[in-house]
C-alpha cells in the first residue's frame, strides 16, 4: 500500500520548535517534488513549503518563510519540516503531499498538483 506518514506534531508553546517527518511507504518518493500543507480550524488548506525532487529548490509561503525549513533524505524516502519560532496562527493539521506526475518534479505550491496525501500530524501552538 502507497501512503505517506506524518509524524512530529504536538503541543508546544509559543516560540519554541517541532520537526514534522513524512515518512514514503509502498514506493519510492526520491524522484519527486514534495510539499507540505496545513489547515487550520474553518480555514481552507494552505501551502507552507515545497521541495524540488533533488532537494536543491525549496520555496516556502511568506507566513513562514525564515521559520520553517523544508529538507529530504532521499535514501530515508523521508520528508522534513523544521519549524522554529512557533506562532499561535501555525496551529493546523500539517500535512506532506508527493507530486509523482511527472519525474523529476519539482513540487508546487497548488495542492491540485499533487496525488499522495499523507493522513496529516496537529501542531498546537499555545500563547
Known amino acids: 500500500q502507497v501512503q505517506l506518514v506524518e509524524s512530529g506534531g504536538g503541543l508546544v508553546q509559543a516560540g519554541g520548535s517541532l520537526r514534522l517527518s513524512c515518512q514514503g511507504a509502498?514506493?519510492?518518493?526520491?524522484?519527486?517534488?514534495m510539499g507540505w500543507f496545513r489547515q487550520a480550524p474553518g480555514k481552507e488548506r494552505e501551502f507552507v513549503a515545497s521541495?524540488?525532487?533533488?532537494?536543491?529548490?525549496?520555496s516556502y509561503a511568506a507566513a513562514v518563510l525564515g521559520r520553517f525549513t523544508i529538507s529530504r533524505d532521499r535514501a530515508k524516502n523521508t520528508v522534513y519540516l523544521q519549524m522554529n519560532s512557533l506562532k499561535p496562527e501555525d496551529t493546523a493539521v500539517y500535512s506532506c503531499?508527493?507530486?509523482?506526475?511527472?519525474?523529476?518534479?519539482?513540487?508546487?505550491?497548488?495542492?491540485?498538483?499533487?496525488?499522495?496525501w499523507g493522513q496529516g500530524t496537529q501542531v498546537a501552538v499555545s500563547s
Open positions: 503531499a508527493a507530486d509523482v506526475s511527472r519525474e523529476y518534479s519539482s513540487g508546487s505550491r497548488d495542492f491540485g498538483a499533487y496525488d499522495y
Open positions: 509502498g514506493r519510492s518518493f526520491d524522484n519527486y517534488g
Open positions: 521541495i524540488t525532487w533533488m532537494g536543491g529548490s525549496t
